[in-house]
């Protein structure tokens, strides 16, 4: 019999990604195939594979070395992580270097498999499709900065359009300029004003993939004490971006305010990240920079899935495996999603589609956090909800989904809410938490978060009345907490409460 460990969904065998990239080697091993795939292993090697191949033509030999004895310790975790399917890709260093084939071959025979060295339309693809996976309904703008190329590829919703790929990698920059910020400024400005289809971004988002942006992000993030310390889908308006772009480039990043928090081996590439996307910003006039988590790797498992398996929502997609994972009864959750939609529908309050996909999730969610102690059920449940790795939402959207389960466990006391998390959600996100974790109390006192319950217990508004119904063997339910909890809810929306029983 196959055995599944009882905090991991059955998603099939494991399957993983090695890149090979001109800064960074790294694995990422995944629970499964799906929509939202989850990484139950995630490690890099730092090589610099393309730190001399614009000078040299060459991969530095250390830096083979370094890349080779990573490889062979992610193919051993591989095999310890029962790995069934396993692809290894390359990128620029590999692509670009004239002995750039003889390395592959020695990774081949180390990985055991065939080893994809991208082009650089292909990277861009799979980079792109990896943004159109995690971030709903993305316009604009994808770049994926690497150590050897920046790839730039229109995107709007599921479709993908014109790609670029540049030399303007931090490894790239610094070796083709000597190290000068000066020399590379040129070299940035030259190639991308070049690319007609970065006008596009005008008045749309930049979608930055890349660890080197993912740097820059993190800095900006902790010097301005940002309350949600979750990268992806974190949005710097462009304005503000541009600003901290060109002090980036322009101080040794060392004397920069919390530069602690970005790893020492990045921290030399800083200044070539922060110059391209200055032009990047001044050329296509984005409104915003949205930081992607999701790149080529993901981009490459989304591509081998099933059509209809790529259609599906990924926040839903993982917050359905949350609810599975966590929370009484699955079922349940589902249940309430259709409990809720009645009671939406019939109470005319205005709640758009955006806002119709985030109360589905939360209803996903409302009992993961049933097994910790009555007292920290709400704050346990934000913390996890706020910090958790799903995507496909925005920082006011995990705001709305953590403040409506914090609510539904403790009602509306708010003394203990970090004031900085609510200040994520519009006030009008957050009165629709209100009004969302209250009705969940009315449905958990009903139902006590068992299946087969709500379908038989409508909560809905009739001529203006809010009435929950309680028929049959549902009868008994009625009581004065039930009755307290309704009104409470029925003063948020303005109605009057009422519990049919006959």
């Known amino acids: 019999m196959k055995k599944v460990a009882q905090g991991r969904l059955d998603h099939g065998p494991a399957v993983a990604v090695i890149d090979i990239g001109s800064n960074s080697v790294r694995l990422v091993v995944y629970e499964g195939l799906t929509r939202a795939p989850t990484p139950i292993f995630n490690e890099k090697e730092l090589c610099g594979l ?21 490889l062979k310790r992610f193919r051993a975790l591989c095999d310890t992580l029962q790995v069934r399917r396993l692809w290894v890709i390359a990128t620029a260093a590999c692509r670009d270097a004239r002995n750039g084939p003889a390395f592959i071959r020695a990774a081949e025979r180390i990985c055991r498999v065939k080893i994809d060295v991208l082009s650089g339309s292909r990277e861009a693809q799979y980079s792109a499709l990896g943004v159109v996976s995690s971030i709903h309904r993305p316009e604009g703008i994808v770049g994926d900065l690497g150590g050897g190329s920046l790839e730039c590829t229109r995107v709007r919703g599921s479709q993908i359009g014109a790609r670029v790929t540049l030399p303007l990698g931090g490894l790239a920059l610094a070796d083709a300029s000597g190290k000068s910020i000066k020399k590379a400024e040129k070299i940035v400005v030259k190639n991308l004003r070049r690319v007609a289809h970065l006008k596009a ?26 309350p949600l310390h979750v990268m992806h889908n974190y949005v710097i308006p462009a304005k503000e ?5 060109r002090l980036v480039h322009r101080v040794n990043p060392e004397s920069l305010s919390r530069i602690e928090v970005v790893a020492k081996a990045r921290r030399p590439l800083l200044p070539y990240a922060a110059l391209v996307l200055e032009y990047l910003i001044r050329i296509g006039k984005p409104q915003d920079i949205v930081i992607s988590v999701l790149g080529v790797r993901e981009g490459l498992l989304f591509s081998e899935l099933k059509a209809r398996e790529r259609k599906k929502d990924a926040l839903i997609s ?12 699955p079922q349940h959750g589902e249940e309430l999603i259709g409990w809720t939609d009645r009671f939406m529908d019939s109470s005319g309050l205005e709640e758009d589609a955006q806002q119709r996909r985030l109360r589905h999730a939360a209803c ?28 496909a939402t925005d920082h006011p959207g995990r705001a709305f989904l953590a403040l409506t389960v914090y609510f539904r466990h403790m009602g509306l006391i708010e003394e203990e809410l970090s004031p900085r998390l609510r200040e994520l959600a519009s006030s009008s996100m957050l009165d629709h938490a209100r009004v969302l974790g209250v009705a969940m109390r009315v449905a958990y006192l009903v139902s006590a978060s068992m299946p087969g319950v709500l379908p038989n ?16 063997k549902y009868r008994t339910m009625a009581g004065d907490r039930i009755q307290g ?5 029925a003063r948020l929306i303005g109605r009057e409460p009422v519990i049919v029983t006959e």
């Open 50 to 70: 393309g730190r001399e191949v614009h000078s040299t033509g060459l991969l530095a030999k250390a830096a083979v070395e370094e890349s080779l004895k990573a």
């Open 201 to 226: 971004m005008k008045g749309k988002s930049f979608y930055a993939v890349g660890g080197t942006w993912r740097s820059f992000a993190r800095l900006h993030m902790f010097q301005t004490g940002y």
């Open 241 to 245: 971006a541009l600003e901290f772009a």
């Open 318 to 329: 993982a917050c359905s495996d949350l609810n599975i994972l966590r929370s009484r009864s």
């Open 364 to 391: 996903l969610l409302a009992d993961i956090g049933w097994r910790t102690h009555p007292d920290y059920r709400g704050e346990q449940s934000l913390n996890i909800i706020a910090n958790n790795g799903f995507f």
């Open 457 to 472: 217990t409508p909560l809905q508004v009739r001529r203006r009345k809010l009435t929950l119904t309680l028929k049959g």
């Open 485 to 489: 909890r309704l009104k409470q809810l």
